[in-house]
Protein backbone atom coordinates (compact mmCIF):
# COMPACT_ATOMS: atom_id res chain seq x y z
CA UNK A 1 0.00 0.00 0.00
CA UNK A 2 2.78 2.38 0.74
CA UNK A 3 4.19 2.57 -2.53
CA UNK A 4 0.91 3.46 -3.93
CA UNK A 5 -0.03 5.58 -2.00
CA UNK A 6 3.15 7.87 -2.49
CA UNK A 7 2.37 7.11 -6.08
CA UNK A 8 -0.89 8.79 -5.39
CA UNK A 9 0.95 12.14 -3.52
CA UNK A 10 3.55 12.53 -6.89
CA UNK A 11 0.52 12.90 -9.07
CA UNK A 12 -0.92 15.68 -6.98
CA UNK A 13 0.03 19.37 -7.71
CA UNK A 14 2.80 20.59 -5.79
CA UNK A 15 0.80 23.55 -3.97
CA UNK A 16 -1.64 20.66 -2.87
CA UNK A 17 1.15 17.84 -1.36
CA UNK A 18 2.58 21.62 0.35
CA UNK A 19 -0.65 21.72 1.45
CA UNK A 20 -1.32 18.72 2.90
CA UNK A 21 1.98 18.45 4.33
CA UNK A 22 1.80 21.75 5.80
CA UNK A 23 -1.97 20.82 7.59
CA UNK A 24 -0.36 17.33 8.97
CA UNK A 25 -2.77 15.10 7.63
CA UNK A 26 0.01 12.68 5.81
CA UNK A 27 2.67 13.67 7.99
CA UNK A 28 3.21 9.63 9.12
CA UNK A 29 0.86 6.92 7.16
CA UNK A 30 0.48 3.68 8.42
CA UNK A 31 2.56 1.30 7.27
CA UNK A 32 0.62 -2.05 5.69
CA UNK A 33 2.58 -4.77 4.30
CA UNK A 34 0.50 -6.75 1.51
CA UNK A 35 3.71 -8.97 0.50
CA UNK A 36 4.70 -6.38 -2.55
CA UNK A 37 1.11 -6.68 -4.28
CA UNK A 38 -1.50 -3.90 -5.52
CA UNK A 39 -4.65 -3.37 -4.21
CA UNK A 40 -6.00 -4.66 -7.73
CA UNK A 41 -3.37 -7.82 -7.33
CA UNK A 42 -4.39 -8.57 -3.71
CA UNK A 43 -8.38 -8.15 -5.46
CA UNK A 44 -7.90 -10.29 -7.82
CA UNK A 45 -6.32 -13.03 -5.31
CA UNK A 46 -9.40 -12.97 -3.30
CA UNK A 47 -11.70 -13.48 -6.69
CA UNK A 48 -9.64 -16.33 -7.58
CA UNK A 49 -9.30 -18.03 -3.88
CA UNK A 50 -13.46 -17.12 -4.64
CA UNK A 51 -13.40 -18.79 -7.75
CA UNK A 52 -11.41 -21.66 -6.43
CA UNK A 53 -14.31 -22.53 -3.31
CA UNK A 54 -16.50 -22.89 -5.56
CA UNK A 55 -14.91 -25.81 -7.52
CA UNK A 56 -13.24 -27.01 -4.37
CA UNK A 57 -16.12 -26.70 -1.96
CA UNK A 58 -17.32 -23.88 0.27
CA UNK A 59 -17.24 -24.94 2.99
CA UNK A 60 -13.46 -24.88 2.75
CA UNK A 61 -13.16 -21.44 1.02
CA UNK A 62 -14.86 -20.29 3.40
CA UNK A 63 -13.18 -21.00 6.07
CA UNK A 64 -10.10 -20.81 4.55
CA UNK A 65 -11.55 -17.03 3.88
CA UNK A 66 -12.71 -16.26 7.27
CA UNK A 67 -8.98 -17.88 9.03
CA UNK A 68 -6.70 -15.31 6.59
CA UNK A 69 -9.49 -12.37 7.01
CA UNK A 70 -8.98 -13.40 10.44
CA UNK A 71 -4.84 -13.07 10.25
CA UNK A 72 -5.67 -9.96 7.76
CA UNK A 73 -8.27 -8.02 9.63
CA UNK A 74 -5.59 -5.67 10.99
CA UNK A 75 -4.43 -5.37 7.71
CA UNK A 76 -7.98 -4.44 6.49
CA UNK A 77 -8.62 -1.89 9.34
CA UNK A 78 -5.25 -0.11 8.53
CA UNK A 79 -6.41 0.16 4.91
CA UNK A 80 -9.54 1.21 6.05
CA UNK A 81 -7.96 3.94 7.87
CA UNK A 82 -5.90 4.80 5.02
CA UNK A 83 -8.57 5.21 2.45
CA UNK A 84 -10.61 7.35 5.36
CA UNK A 85 -7.32 9.21 5.43
CA UNK A 86 -7.00 9.61 1.78
CA UNK A 87 -11.08 10.63 1.48
CA UNK A 88 -9.91 13.23 3.92
CA UNK A 89 -6.93 14.66 1.81
CA UNK A 90 -9.16 14.53 -1.35
CA UNK A 91 -12.01 16.51 -0.26
CA UNK A 92 -9.38 19.28 1.10
CA UNK A 93 -7.99 19.02 -2.13
CA UNK A 94 -11.41 19.54 -3.81
CA UNK A 95 -11.99 22.14 -1.56
CA UNK A 96 -8.49 23.66 -2.56
CA UNK A 97 -8.84 23.51 -6.21
CA UNK A 98 -12.67 25.08 -5.89
CA UNK A 99 -11.42 27.74 -4.37
CA UNK A 100 -8.37 28.07 -6.61
CA UNK A 101 -11.11 27.85 -9.50
CA UNK A 102 -13.04 30.39 -7.91
CA UNK A 103 -9.83 32.70 -7.86
CA UNK A 104 -9.12 31.75 -11.22
CA UNK A 105 -12.44 33.06 -12.39
CA UNK A 106 -11.88 36.06 -10.68
CA UNK A 107 -8.63 36.55 -12.25
CA UNK A 108 -9.87 36.25 -15.40
CA UNK A 109 -12.67 38.54 -15.33
CA UNK A 110 -10.25 41.13 -13.94
CA UNK A 111 -8.14 40.39 -16.91
CA UNK A 112 -10.59 40.74 -19.39
CA UNK A 113 -11.72 43.87 -17.47
CA UNK A 114 -8.28 45.08 -17.87
CA UNK A 115 -8.37 44.21 -21.30
CA UNK A 116 -11.24 46.19 -22.03
CA UNK A 117 -9.33 49.38 -20.48
CA UNK A 118 -6.49 48.40 -22.51
CA UNK A 119 -8.58 48.49 -25.47
CA UNK A 120 -10.42 52.06 -24.25
CA UNK A 121 -7.20 53.65 -23.27
CA UNK A 122 -5.46 52.50 -26.53
CA UNK A 123 -8.64 54.12 -28.33
CA UNK A 124 -8.18 57.41 -26.43
CA UNK A 125 -4.43 57.40 -27.24
CA UNK A 126 -5.63 57.10 -30.95
CA UNK A 127 -7.94 59.79 -30.41
CA UNK A 128 -5.68 61.77 -28.68
CA UNK A 129 -2.68 61.85 -31.57
CA UNK A 130 -4.83 62.58 -33.96
CA UNK A 131 -6.02 65.17 -32.03
CA UNK A 132 -2.79 66.10 -30.96
CA UNK A 133 -1.78 66.22 -34.92
CA UNK A 134 -4.17 69.15 -35.99
CA UNK A 135 -4.34 70.92 -32.88
CA UNK A 136 -0.45 70.73 -31.77
CA UNK A 137 1.03 73.25 -34.03
CA UNK A 138 -1.68 75.38 -33.42
CA UNK A 139 -1.27 75.49 -29.87
CA UNK A 140 2.72 75.47 -30.31
CA UNK A 141 1.85 78.52 -32.39
CA UNK A 142 1.13 81.11 -29.28
CA UNK A 143 2.48 78.48 -26.30
CA UNK A 144 4.95 80.15 -24.51
CA UNK A 145 7.93 78.13 -22.42
CA UNK A 146 8.31 78.84 -18.94
CA UNK A 147 11.84 78.51 -19.51
CA UNK A 148 10.90 81.94 -21.81
CA UNK A 149 9.38 83.60 -18.77
CA UNK A 150 11.50 83.20 -16.59
CA UNK A 151 14.70 84.35 -18.81
CA UNK A 152 12.64 87.71 -19.99
CA UNK A 153 11.22 88.69 -16.31
CA UNK A 154 13.92 87.58 -14.42
CA UNK A 155 17.45 87.17 -16.71
CA UNK A 156 20.07 89.72 -17.65
CA UNK A 157 20.41 90.81 -20.98
CA UNK A 158 22.47 88.84 -23.10
CA UNK A 159 22.27 86.55 -26.36
CA UNK A 160 19.57 84.24 -24.74
CA UNK A 161 17.92 87.06 -23.88
CA UNK A 162 17.40 88.33 -27.03
CA UNK A 163 16.73 85.00 -28.23
CA UNK A 164 13.82 84.43 -25.43
CA UNK A 165 12.82 88.06 -26.30
CA UNK A 166 12.22 87.49 -30.04
CA UNK A 167 10.15 84.39 -29.53
CA UNK A 168 7.76 86.26 -27.44
CA UNK A 169 7.23 88.63 -30.09
CA UNK A 170 6.77 85.63 -32.50
CA UNK A 171 4.39 84.53 -30.43
CA UNK A 172 3.21 87.97 -29.66
CA UNK A 173 2.53 88.33 -33.68
CA UNK A 174 0.82 85.06 -34.11
CA UNK A 175 -1.36 85.55 -31.43
CA UNK A 176 -2.30 88.89 -33.16
CA UNK A 177 -3.00 87.15 -36.30
CA UNK A 178 -4.79 84.50 -34.56
CA UNK A 179 -7.10 86.73 -32.96
CA UNK A 180 -7.76 88.57 -36.14
CA UNK A 181 -8.92 85.36 -38.21
CA UNK A 182 -10.61 83.38 -35.14
CA UNK A 183 -12.09 86.37 -32.96
CA UNK A 184 -13.62 85.20 -29.65
CA UNK A 185 -11.18 81.88 -29.18
CA UNK A 186 -10.77 81.25 -25.80
CA UNK A 187 -7.51 79.73 -25.90
CA UNK A 188 -6.51 83.12 -27.50
CA UNK A 189 -8.00 85.30 -25.20
CA UNK A 190 -6.45 83.45 -21.93
CA UNK A 191 -2.76 84.51 -23.59
CA UNK A 192 -3.41 87.78 -24.50
CA UNK A 193 -3.38 89.24 -20.89
CA UNK A 194 -0.07 86.82 -20.18
CA UNK A 195 1.56 88.45 -23.55
CA UNK A 196 0.54 91.86 -22.32
CA UNK A 197 2.84 91.49 -18.71
CA UNK A 198 5.61 89.61 -20.44
CA UNK A 199 6.15 91.93 -23.42
CA UNK A 200 5.99 94.68 -20.67
CA UNK A 201 8.20 93.90 -18.18
CA UNK A 202 10.41 93.28 -21.35
CA UNK A 203 10.08 96.58 -21.89
CA UNK A 204 10.80 97.77 -18.37
CA UNK A 205 14.26 95.29 -18.55
CA UNK A 206 15.25 97.30 -21.94
CA UNK A 207 14.69 100.67 -20.60
CA UNK A 208 16.54 100.31 -17.74
CA UNK A 209 19.44 98.70 -20.20
CA UNK A 210 19.42 101.16 -22.34
CA UNK A 211 19.49 104.20 -19.95
CA UNK A 212 22.45 102.77 -17.62
CA UNK A 213 24.29 102.48 -21.38
CA UNK A 214 23.58 106.29 -22.03
CA UNK A 215 24.60 107.25 -18.33
CA UNK A 216 28.25 105.08 -19.09
CA UNK A 217 28.77 107.47 -21.77
CA UNK A 218 28.85 110.19 -20.13
CA UNK A 219 31.92 108.20 -17.68
CA UNK A 220 35.36 110.21 -18.24
CA UNK A 221 37.95 108.77 -20.17
CA UNK A 222 35.41 106.41 -21.81
CA UNK A 223 35.56 105.56 -25.21
CA UNK A 224 32.16 105.96 -26.50
CA UNK A 225 32.19 103.53 -29.60
CA UNK A 226 33.49 100.54 -27.33
CA UNK A 227 30.28 100.91 -25.66
CA UNK A 228 28.38 101.38 -29.17
CA UNK A 229 30.09 98.34 -30.06
CA UNK A 230 29.46 95.99 -27.41
CA UNK A 231 26.88 97.40 -25.31
CA UNK A 232 24.55 98.72 -27.95
CA UNK A 233 25.06 97.12 -31.88
CA UNK A 234 25.42 94.00 -30.34
CA UNK A 235 21.90 94.15 -28.70
CA UNK A 236 20.47 96.15 -31.20
CA UNK A 237 17.46 94.09 -31.43
CA UNK A 238 16.10 95.83 -28.13
CA UNK A 239 15.66 99.61 -29.53
CA UNK A 240 13.57 97.82 -32.29
CA UNK A 241 12.02 95.77 -30.18
CA UNK A 242 11.08 99.25 -28.20
CA UNK A 243 10.23 101.15 -31.55
CA UNK A 244 7.17 98.57 -32.48
CA UNK A 245 5.89 98.00 -29.04
CA UNK A 246 6.28 101.28 -27.25
CA UNK A 247 7.38 104.35 -29.49
CA UNK A 248 7.11 106.98 -27.48
CA UNK A 249 9.45 105.38 -24.81
CA UNK A 250 11.85 104.61 -27.44
CA UNK A 251 11.99 108.18 -29.05
CA UNK A 252 12.34 109.42 -25.08
CA UNK A 253 15.36 107.22 -25.27
CA UNK A 254 16.81 108.32 -28.63
CA UNK A 255 16.98 111.71 -27.74
CA UNK A 256 18.52 110.71 -24.13
CA UNK A 257 21.04 109.71 -26.31
CA UNK A 258 21.24 112.40 -28.73
CA UNK A 259 21.72 114.80 -26.06
CA UNK A 260 24.65 112.91 -23.96
CA UNK A 261 26.32 112.42 -27.26
CA UNK A 262 26.31 115.79 -28.59
CA UNK A 263 27.58 116.57 -24.91
CA UNK A 264 30.53 113.85 -25.68
CA UNK A 265 31.77 114.78 -29.04
CA UNK A 266 31.64 118.75 -28.52
CA UNK A 267 33.53 118.29 -25.53
CA UNK A 268 36.18 116.00 -26.60
CA UNK A 269 36.43 118.44 -29.73
CA UNK A 270 36.63 121.48 -28.17
CA UNK A 271 39.55 120.19 -25.95
CA UNK A 272 41.13 118.95 -28.92
CA UNK A 273 40.78 122.27 -30.93
CA UNK A 274 42.11 124.27 -27.58
CA UNK A 275 45.39 121.54 -27.96
CA UNK A 276 45.64 122.06 -31.82
CA UNK A 277 45.41 126.30 -31.13
CA UNK A 278 48.44 125.62 -29.02
CA UNK A 279 50.26 124.44 -32.08
CA UNK A 280 52.69 127.04 -33.60
CA UNK A 281 51.48 128.56 -36.82
CA UNK A 282 53.17 130.16 -39.37
CA UNK A 283 51.30 133.54 -40.37
CA UNK A 284 51.41 135.21 -44.24
CA UNK A 285 49.93 138.68 -43.91
CA UNK A 286 49.49 141.06 -46.48
CA UNK A 287 52.56 142.57 -46.55
CA UNK A 288 53.60 138.91 -47.95
CA UNK A 289 52.01 139.61 -51.64
CA UNK A 290 53.95 139.48 -55.26
CA UNK A 291 53.90 143.47 -55.56
CA UNK A 292 55.10 143.85 -52.05
CA UNK A 293 58.66 145.55 -51.31
CA UNK A 294 61.21 143.26 -50.18
CA UNK A 295 61.74 144.79 -47.34
CA UNK A 296 58.16 144.91 -45.69
CA UNK A 297 57.90 141.27 -46.37
CA UNK A 298 58.51 139.28 -43.14
CA UNK A 299 57.03 136.55 -41.65
CA UNK A 300 55.53 136.01 -38.39
CA UNK A 301 54.28 133.94 -35.89
CA UNK A 302 50.76 133.58 -33.64
CA UNK A 303 51.32 135.85 -30.57
CA UNK A 304 51.38 133.15 -27.96
CA UNK A 305 54.50 131.88 -30.25
CA UNK A 306 57.80 132.86 -27.97
CA UNK A 307 60.69 131.88 -30.33
CA UNK A 308 60.46 134.33 -33.48
CA UNK A 309 61.66 132.25 -36.59
CA UNK A 310 62.38 133.27 -39.84
CA UNK A 311 59.93 133.64 -42.18
CA UNK A 312 59.01 130.79 -44.84
CA UNK A 313 58.93 130.80 -48.17
CA UNK A 314 54.83 132.11 -48.89
CA UNK A 315 55.13 131.30 -52.48
CA UNK A 316 56.99 128.56 -52.52
CA UNK A 317 54.93 124.97 -52.04
CA UNK A 318 57.74 122.52 -51.72
CA UNK A 319 57.34 119.71 -48.93
CA UNK A 320 53.95 121.34 -47.98
CA UNK A 321 52.28 118.85 -50.78
CA UNK A 322 53.37 115.48 -48.79
CA UNK A 323 50.61 116.51 -46.58
CA UNK A 324 48.11 115.52 -49.66
CA UNK A 325 50.48 112.40 -50.65
CA UNK A 326 50.65 110.91 -47.04
CA UNK A 327 48.85 107.88 -46.27
CA UNK A 328 48.91 108.34 -42.41
CA UNK A 329 44.96 108.78 -41.95
CA UNK A 330 45.45 108.92 -38.26
CA UNK A 331 45.32 112.53 -36.03
CA UNK A 332 47.57 114.08 -34.08
CA UNK A 333 46.60 113.24 -30.82
CA UNK A 334 45.85 116.02 -28.16
CA UNK A 335 48.22 115.65 -25.88
CA UNK A 336 51.29 115.64 -28.93
CA UNK A 337 49.92 118.69 -30.40
CA UNK A 338 50.28 120.31 -27.23
CA UNK A 339 53.58 119.12 -26.84
CA UNK A 340 54.95 120.13 -30.37
CA UNK A 341 57.21 122.85 -30.72
CA UNK A 342 57.65 122.43 -34.03
CA UNK A 343 56.01 125.71 -36.35
CA UNK A 344 53.21 124.84 -39.33
CA UNK A 345 51.47 125.91 -41.42
CA UNK A 346 47.40 126.74 -41.45
CA UNK A 347 46.22 123.43 -43.21
CA UNK A 348 48.26 121.28 -40.23
CA UNK A 349 45.75 121.84 -38.14
CA UNK A 350 42.58 121.51 -39.89
CA UNK A 351 43.86 118.62 -41.88
CA UNK A 352 43.91 116.99 -38.01
CA UNK A 353 40.80 118.32 -36.97
CA UNK A 354 38.72 117.39 -39.80
CA UNK A 355 40.41 114.38 -40.03
CA UNK A 356 39.37 113.16 -36.55
CA UNK A 357 36.01 114.69 -37.57
CA UNK A 358 35.53 112.89 -40.49
CA UNK A 359 36.26 109.26 -38.42
CA UNK A 360 33.83 110.03 -35.52
CA UNK A 361 31.22 111.79 -37.81
CA UNK A 362 31.40 108.08 -40.23
CA UNK A 363 31.53 106.00 -36.78
CA UNK A 364 28.49 108.05 -35.40
CA UNK A 365 26.59 107.89 -38.59
CA UNK A 366 27.06 104.35 -38.93
CA UNK A 367 26.36 103.08 -35.97
CA UNK A 368 23.16 105.52 -36.21
CA UNK A 369 21.97 103.95 -39.21
CA UNK A 370 22.29 100.65 -37.83
CA UNK A 371 20.69 100.99 -34.42
CA UNK A 372 17.92 103.20 -35.12
CA UNK A 373 17.54 101.27 -38.53
CA UNK A 374 13.48 100.84 -37.41
CA UNK A 375 13.93 105.03 -38.15
CA UNK A 376 13.63 106.45 -41.66
CA UNK A 377 16.57 108.07 -43.36
CA UNK A 378 15.48 111.30 -42.67
CA UNK A 379 14.90 110.56 -39.40
CA UNK A 380 18.42 109.00 -38.85
CA UNK A 381 20.14 112.29 -40.70
CA UNK A 382 18.07 114.72 -38.75
CA UNK A 383 19.31 112.69 -35.57
CA UNK A 384 22.56 113.00 -36.98
CA UNK A 385 22.71 116.52 -37.35
CA UNK A 386 21.57 117.19 -33.96
CA UNK A 387 24.13 115.05 -32.55
CA UNK A 388 26.79 116.45 -34.31
CA UNK A 389 25.73 120.52 -34.95
CA UNK A 390 27.28 122.35 -32.73
CA UNK A 391 30.88 120.04 -33.32
CA UNK A 392 30.43 121.34 -36.89
CA UNK A 393 30.22 124.69 -35.88
CA UNK A 394 33.04 124.46 -33.87
CA UNK A 395 34.90 123.16 -37.12
CA UNK A 396 34.15 125.82 -39.48
CA UNK A 397 34.90 128.19 -36.82
CA UNK A 398 38.75 126.94 -36.54
CA UNK A 399 38.55 126.99 -39.98
CA UNK A 400 37.45 130.61 -40.16
CA UNK A 401 40.29 131.52 -37.49
CA UNK A 402 43.09 130.09 -39.42
CA UNK A 403 42.45 131.48 -42.93
CA UNK A 404 40.56 134.94 -41.80
CA UNK A 405 43.36 137.81 -42.35
CA UNK A 406 46.00 135.41 -44.09
CA UNK A 407 47.43 135.83 -47.11
CA UNK A 408 49.01 132.10 -47.75
CA UNK A 409 46.88 131.27 -51.48
CA UNK A 410 48.45 127.63 -51.20
CA UNK A 411 47.66 127.17 -47.53
CA UNK A 412 43.98 128.32 -48.46
CA UNK A 413 44.06 126.29 -51.28
CA UNK A 414 45.60 122.80 -49.67
CA UNK A 415 42.89 123.62 -47.35
CA UNK A 416 40.50 123.26 -50.03
CA UNK A 417 42.02 120.16 -51.42
CA UNK A 418 42.25 118.55 -48.09
CA UNK A 419 38.18 119.35 -47.67
CA UNK A 420 37.77 117.45 -51.61
CA UNK A 421 39.60 115.08 -49.91
CA UNK A 422 37.16 114.71 -47.00
CA UNK A 423 33.98 114.86 -49.24
CA UNK A 424 35.70 111.84 -51.55
CA UNK A 425 36.13 109.75 -48.29
CA UNK A 426 32.73 110.34 -46.72
CA UNK A 427 31.07 109.32 -50.17
CA UNK A 428 33.19 106.05 -50.14
CA UNK A 429 32.04 105.15 -46.81
CA UNK A 430 28.46 106.48 -47.79
CA UNK A 431 27.91 109.20 -45.05
CA UNK A 432 25.79 111.57 -46.72
CA UNK A 433 25.08 113.69 -43.81
CA UNK A 434 28.13 115.24 -43.29
CA UNK A 435 27.94 116.64 -46.88
CA UNK A 436 26.13 120.30 -45.43
CA UNK A 437 29.52 120.47 -43.09
CA UNK A 438 32.08 120.04 -46.33
CA UNK A 439 29.90 122.50 -48.34
CA UNK A 440 30.16 124.75 -45.64
CA UNK A 441 33.70 125.00 -45.58
CA UNK A 442 34.12 125.31 -49.00
CA UNK A 443 31.79 128.36 -48.60
CA UNK A 444 34.69 129.31 -46.23
CA UNK A 445 37.26 128.52 -47.85
CA UNK A 446 37.10 129.47 -51.43
CA UNK A 447 35.86 132.81 -51.25
CA UNK A 448 39.06 133.10 -49.09
CA UNK A 449 41.56 132.07 -51.67
CA UNK A 450 39.88 134.35 -54.07
CA UNK A 451 40.49 137.09 -51.75
CA UNK A 452 44.09 135.93 -51.65
CA UNK A 453 44.56 136.16 -55.12
CA UNK A 454 43.26 139.45 -55.53
CA UNK A 455 44.79 140.79 -52.94
CA UNK A 456 48.11 139.50 -55.05
CA UNK A 457 46.75 141.17 -58.38
CA UNK A 458 46.05 144.38 -56.51
CA UNK A 459 49.89 144.40 -55.29
CA UNK A 460 51.31 143.81 -58.93
CA UNK A 461 48.82 146.89 -60.40
CA UNK A 462 50.20 148.77 -57.54
CA UNK A 463 53.28 147.67 -58.32
CA UNK A 464 53.40 149.27 -61.73
CA UNK A 465 52.14 152.25 -62.22
CA UNK A 466 51.75 154.23 -64.81
CA UNK A 467 54.57 156.72 -64.19
CA UNK A 468 58.30 156.43 -65.44
CA UNK A 469 59.21 157.01 -61.75
CA UNK A 470 56.92 153.85 -60.30
CA UNK A 471 58.38 151.87 -63.36
CA UNK A 472 61.57 152.27 -62.08
CA UNK A 473 60.68 151.66 -58.70
CA UNK A 474 59.15 148.06 -59.88
CA UNK A 475 63.00 147.37 -61.43
CA UNK A 476 64.97 148.63 -58.05
CA UNK A 477 63.09 145.47 -56.83
CA UNK A 478 65.51 143.32 -58.73
CA UNK A 479 68.17 144.01 -56.03
CA UNK A 480 70.18 146.92 -54.70
CA UNK A 481 73.42 146.19 -57.48
CA UNK A 482 70.95 146.36 -60.74
CA UNK A 483 70.20 149.29 -62.63
CA UNK A 484 67.75 150.29 -64.70
CA UNK A 485 69.57 148.77 -67.34
CA UNK A 486 69.49 144.79 -65.98
CA UNK A 487 67.83 142.17 -67.92
CA UNK A 488 67.93 139.82 -65.09
CA UNK A 489 64.79 138.06 -63.84
CA UNK A 490 62.95 139.96 -61.03
CA UNK A 491 62.31 138.20 -57.61
CA UNK A 492 58.90 139.27 -58.07
CA UNK A 493 58.71 136.63 -61.45
CA UNK A 494 60.39 134.34 -59.43
CA UNK A 495 57.74 134.18 -56.62
CA UNK A 496 55.01 134.74 -59.26
CA UNK A 497 56.41 131.56 -60.70
CA UNK A 498 56.54 130.02 -57.94
CA UNK A 499 52.65 130.59 -56.69
CA UNK A 500 51.42 129.31 -60.26
CA UNK A 501 53.92 126.32 -59.78
CA UNK A 502 51.96 125.60 -56.82
CA UNK A 503 48.80 126.26 -57.64
CA UNK A 504 48.83 124.28 -60.76
CA UNK A 505 50.44 121.43 -58.46
CA UNK A 506 47.56 121.37 -56.21
CA UNK A 507 45.02 121.94 -59.05
CA UNK A 508 46.18 118.97 -61.45
CA UNK A 509 42.89 117.62 -61.13
CA UNK A 510 40.68 120.36 -60.96
CA UNK A 511 37.30 121.09 -62.40
CA UNK A 512 35.80 123.45 -64.58
CA UNK A 513 33.85 124.40 -61.87
CA UNK A 514 36.47 125.49 -59.70
CA UNK A 515 37.54 129.42 -59.66
CA UNK A 516 41.07 128.61 -59.76
CA UNK A 517 41.26 128.95 -63.57
CA UNK A 518 38.95 132.69 -63.50
CA UNK A 519 42.13 133.84 -60.57
CA UNK A 520 44.93 132.49 -62.24
CA UNK A 521 43.55 134.39 -65.59
CA UNK A 522 43.62 137.52 -63.93
CA UNK A 523 46.76 137.30 -61.94
CA UNK A 524 48.35 136.24 -65.46
CA UNK A 525 47.29 139.59 -66.85
CA UNK A 526 48.08 141.42 -64.14
CA UNK A 527 51.65 139.97 -64.42
CA UNK A 528 52.22 140.16 -67.54
CA UNK A 529 50.77 144.23 -67.54
CA UNK A 530 53.30 144.40 -64.77
CA UNK A 531 56.60 143.41 -67.13
CA UNK A 532 55.56 145.00 -69.73
CA UNK A 533 55.21 148.18 -67.96
CA UNK A 534 58.86 147.41 -66.95
CA UNK A 535 60.13 146.32 -69.77
CA UNK A 536 59.90 150.19 -71.26
CA UNK A 537 62.17 151.18 -68.32
CA UNK A 538 64.54 148.96 -70.29
CA UNK A 539 67.01 151.15 -72.73
CA UNK A 540 66.99 149.57 -76.20
CA UNK A 541 63.94 147.28 -77.69
CA UNK A 542 67.14 144.34 -77.58
CA UNK A 543 67.31 145.07 -74.03
CA UNK A 544 64.01 145.48 -73.54
CA UNK A 545 63.52 141.57 -75.01
CA UNK A 546 66.03 140.11 -73.56
CA UNK A 547 64.51 141.09 -70.41
CA UNK A 548 60.89 139.83 -71.48
CA UNK A 549 62.56 136.40 -72.58
CA UNK A 550 65.03 136.29 -69.23
CA UNK A 551 61.84 136.51 -67.03
CA UNK A 552 59.44 134.21 -68.69
CA UNK A 553 62.13 131.52 -69.29
CA UNK A 554 62.19 131.10 -65.47
CA UNK A 555 58.28 131.13 -65.06
CA UNK A 556 58.63 128.44 -67.69
CA UNK A 557 61.84 126.80 -66.11
CA UNK A 558 59.83 127.07 -62.37
CA UNK A 559 56.54 125.71 -63.80
CA UNK A 560 57.92 122.73 -65.46
CA UNK A 561 58.15 120.84 -62.36
CA UNK A 562 54.58 120.02 -63.00
CA UNK A 563 54.14 116.72 -64.23
CA UNK A 564 50.67 117.12 -64.98
CA UNK A 565 48.20 120.60 -65.81
CA UNK A 566 44.29 120.33 -65.39
CA UNK A 567 42.99 121.60 -68.87
CA UNK A 568 40.62 123.97 -67.48
CA UNK A 569 43.86 126.02 -66.32
CA UNK A 570 45.33 126.12 -69.27
CA UNK A 571 45.16 129.97 -70.92
CA UNK A 572 42.62 130.04 -73.88
Known amino acids: MAPHYDNLLSRLPPTISQILNREGKVQNPPTIDFGGQTLQELAQGH?????????GGKDENRANSVEKYEKEKDTFEDLHKSILGCDDVLK???????????????VSAEIESLQSRSTALNQKLDNRKAVERVLGPMVEEFSISPAIVRKISEGT????????????EHRSKTVETKAKEQPNTKAIEDAKPLLRNLISRALEVIRDYLVAQIKALRSPNINAQIIQRQSFLRYKALYAFLARHHPTLAEEIGQAYINTMRWYYLTHFTRYQKALEKMKIFVIEKQDVLGADESARKGNLLPSSKAALSAPDAFNLGRRLDL?????????????AEENKTTHH???PFRNFNLALVDNASAEFSFMAEFFAPDSF????????DVFGPTFALGQALTRSLVEGTADGLGVLMCVRLNQRFAFELQRRRVPAVESYVNGT?????????????????SLRRATSSTPRGAASALSLSGPASTAQSAAPLPTTQRFAQLLQGILALSSEAGDDEPVSSSLGRLRNDFEAFLTKLSKAVGDSRRRERFLFNNYSLVLTIIEACHSISPWLLPP
Open 47 to 55: QGVEKTGHH
Open 92 to 106: SVELYLTSFQTDLGV
Open 157 to 168: IDDAWIASLAEL
Open 324 to 336: LKTTNETALASYL
Open 346 to 348: LEV
Open 378 to 385: HRISRRFS
Open 442 to 458: NMLLWPRFQMVMDLHCD
